[in-house]
Nanobody, 125 residues
Framework: QVQLVDSGGGRVQAGDSLRLSCAAS????????MAWFRQAPGKEREFVAG????????YYTDSVKGRFTISRDNTKNSMYLQMNSLKPEDTAVYYC??????????????????WGQGTQVTISS
């Protein structure tokens, strides 16, 4: 089971950028499809972006397409989320997640076996 530590959150203004990082350890990183989820107060945890095991395929929820970029560096056992043109509605706790599986990263949180501790992203208008 891989262990995950996410970081990089903060408080910025609308239109600014942030880069989240997720460091993995404890298992073979390339066995895992990876994803970012977020959870705002009073809302369910939602899928933000996912990346395949090799990093060639990426997937996004519609609200972040064109603004966010997910990537991974398998040589560093790390995953990233570059967030540009941030909006107040992007405010949430962001979590990285790992799914030991082949194929498309799932969009439902229940199938993910490992989670980071979460990093707060706050966007002020």
């Amino acid at each position: 089971q891989v262990q995950l530590v996410d970081s990089g959150g903060g408080r910025v203004q609308a239109g600014d950028s942030l880069r989240l990082s997720c460091a993995a350890s404890g298992d073979t990183f390339t066995l895992y499809a990876m994803a970012w989820f977020r959870q705002a107060p009073g809302k369910e945890r939602e899928f933000v972006a996912g990346v395949s095991r090799g990093g060639q395929s990426t997937y996004y929820t519609d609200s972040v397409k064109g603004r966010f970029t997910i990537s991974r560096d398998n040589t560093k056992n790390s995953m990233y989320l570059q967030m540009n043109s941030l909006k107040p509605e992007d405010t949430a706790v962001y979590y990285c997640a790992a799914q030991r599986a082949i194929g498309v990263p799932a969009r439902t949180p229940e199938v993910y076996s490992s989670w980071g501790q979460g990093t707060q992203v706050t966007i002020s208008s």
